[in-house]
């Protein structure tokens, strides 16, 4: 097993101790719906009958019948455990005795309504808590739970049928039970339900047809539900993959994959990708591979790039920013671990290329036999590409010719220091002085200056150590096997010390980010007040970004506020930056409408501040 697919040993350790805390816990199973009607209390106490006759110890826990005779038919021959009742404001209400059920020796407890709130002076607020007591106690739950009751699809679910409940669970409840049965049924079937007395009894049935349970609603939340179970059924199927280390692509979902390159392309692949992932429904990822070629592109085009990434997380893409020597490897890591099954990239432009630089699609279709590639068509030579915008005035650039000529001077001051230690060192030496100048270079400044620094060092090594000295003529031919075993060591380890030396600069810039992140958590974990917690982030922004930063809060209105302390360039009142930050939160607050959220599957919400970052001059 290569060391690519070989697995992580804190992965495998950190499996083995999920394990051990599942083993443990009881098993929750949840039975999940579109809407109250579609079966689940049926199927969950069917379930229950098959379960006891094969043996188990099931109790009824709390079951709710609403009223439906073929509900309450199935309660007969299960065991119930009697309610206990309450006091809230003079009255006595019936709720799930959680104490009775874990001094009953079940091993399996039946809880209906699993977002149910428990009536004051209950041991827990929420149901879903009762739940997660028995399940540590180690007895299994079957329960059930209606889509609009996720937390995370409540907001969504209320803007389309125009009715927000109260009741939720975390998802957090959901994603981690151990099994999730979809309760299906479509919505004529459930309308007719409702019409025939099966879901609602008297006028309470003709309100819910006239207000939640509109056919539109109904096709809306059954696709809800089922979409949130294909997210759930794709986790258990990533995971199965991690713990069997199985490597082959398996095409389950259509997820895409675009690949954002350094060409002028990126823009067109982006956009493809998204109108693919709209037509077929699906997720999409988009990611950047840093290689060093990458890094060595000007300014102005790796910024076209991160623009480009940025398009794609706005029009709803996952977005990541890999590193590594070779893109299609590193394309080829990320589909098989987050087993992507279609790959966008944008078609090479016809170029004469040399046998080892084949196009970015030949070596993942080589890498990734499993993954379908699918080629955007390019724009022309002329739109393609990429023009650097001109430097700011007063700007300075590196000299690029400083490395190459300090790679070849190396080299001629390793041939003079040879040449005056000439009676006391052999040819084998010498040569091996060169090589340490070709590695010291390399490591220094990169493939290039170590390519140039070779060649420098065995004409010198011809020209200066060689018989016929001070001529390029080459007296034994055995010289020349010298020469080219010389020029390939030189070649092979300086492109080996460069890569070295790029991952090393990429290893140590994440471990500063992961750095800084660890030391703002541990800052903010220490302060109380809001106002500590405005100077801690404002502090953070300046250090991660070299830069002066002001944080601008919202007044009960929602408007941003100057901020309170004079910082140069951005002084208390200053209307015309106010107006760029009011506008930039506009845009946020557009990236995070309830249409957005809907299309990227439940993304987070825009923040309550606001912060402005002004570079240094």
């Not at 719906?33 to 188990?56: C, E, I, N, P």
């Not at 070629?293 to 997380?313: Q, S, T």
């Not at 220490?526 to 919202?554: H, N």
Request: net charge positive; with cysteine.
């Amino acid at each position: 097993m290569s060391d690519a697919r070989r697995p992580d040993p804190d992965t495998l350790l950190a499996q083995v101790r999920d394990e051990e805390r599942r083993a443990a816990r009881g098993r929750l199973r949840i039975y999940f719906g579109a809407s109250a009607g579609v079966g689940k209390t049926y199927a969950m106490l069917k379930a229950a009958h098959d379960l006891r006759a094969a043996g188990t110890r099931v109790l009824v826990g709390v079951v709710e019948t609403h009223g439906r005779s073929e509900t309450a038919r199935l309660l007969d021959g299960l065991p119930q455990l009697p309610l206990k009742g309450v006091e809230y404001r003079g009255k006595q209400l019936a709720e799930f005795d959680i104490d009775a059920a874990l001094a009953s020796g079940a091993a399996l407890v039946l809880v209906d309504e699993l977002a149910h709130s428990n009536v004051a002076g209950s041991r827990h607020r929420k149901r879903w808590q009762d739940v997660e007591e028995l399940l540590a106690a180690g007895i299994d739950v079957h329960t059930t739970v209606n889509v609009q009751h996720l937390d995370s699809l409540n907001d969504v679910v209320g803007g389309i049928t125009g009715i927000r409940v109260a009741e939720t669970v975390p998802d957090t409840v959901f994603d981690g039970a151990d099994e999730v049965v979809l309760v299906d049924v479509p919505a004529d079937e459930l309308l007719a339900r409702l019409k025939s007395g099966r879901v609602y009894g008297g006028g309470q049935a003709e309100r819910a047809a006239g207000n939640f349970f509109r056919k539109g609603n109904l096709i809306a939340l059954r696709e809800l539900a089922l979409r949130r179970t294909a997210d759930r059924v794709e986790g258990d199927v990533r995971a199965w993959r991690i713990e069997q280390s199985v490597d082959a692509i398996w095409k389950t979902g259509a997820v895409l994959l675009a690949c954002v390159g350094p060409h002028g392309d990126g823009e067109q692949v982006v956009r493809s990708a998204a109108r693919l992932a709209a037509q077929l429904g699906a997720r999409w990822h988009a990611v950047v591979v840093e290689t060093p070629r990458l890094r060595r592109l000007p300014a102005a085009a790796r910024e076209r790039i991160l623009d480009h990434l940025k398009l794609a997380e706005k029009l709803g893409a996952e977005t990541t920013v890999l590193s590594g020597p070779d893109a299609a490897v590193a394309l080829a890591g990320y589909a098989d671990s987050h087993n992507l099954s279609k790959l966008v990239l944008g078609r090479p432009r016809a170029t004469r290329r040399a046998p080892w630089h084949a196009p970015l699609a030949r070596r993942l279709a080589r890498l990734a036999p499993d993954v379908d590639l699918v080629e955007v068509a390019t724009p022309g030579p002329a739109a393609a590409r990429i023009r650097p915008r001109a430097p700011e005035a007063g700007a300075t650039q590196r000299p690029r010719a400083w490395p190459y000529v300090a790679g070849a001077g190396a080299s001629l001051l390793a041939g003079a220091a040879a040449w005056a230690l000439g009676g006391w060192l052999d040819l084998p030496n010498i040569s091996m002085l060169f090589l340490l100048v070709v590695l010291v270079v390399a490591y220094r400044y990169g493939r290039g200056p170590s390519v140039l620094a070779t060649c420098v060092s065995v004409a010198t090594l011809d020209f200066f150590f060689v018989p016929p000295r001070l001529s390029f003529a080459v007296s034994d031919v055995q010289y020349l096997v010298t020469f080219a075993t010389m020029l390939a060591v030189g070649l092979i380890t300086g492109h080996l010390t460069a890569l070295l030396r790029f991952q090393a600069h990429v290893a140590g810039q994440r471990e500063n980010r992961w750095r800084a992140l660890y030391e703002f958590a541990s800052v903010l974990s220490g302060v109380l007040l809001p106002a500590q917690i405005l100077d801690a982030t404002r502090d953070f922004v300046a250090r991660a970004f070299r830069a002066r930063a002001t944080l601008l809060l919202p007044d009960a209105d929602g408007r941003l506020q100057p901020p309170a302390e004079a910082l140069p360039g951005f002084e208390p009142g200053t209307p015309a930056r106010c107006t760029t930050c009011r506008w930039w939160r506009r845009c946020a607050r557009a990236a995070c409408s309830p249409s957005h959220q809907a299309a990227r599957a439940g993304s987070s919400r825009p923040n309550s501040a606001s912060s402005s970052t002004r570079s240094r001059r």
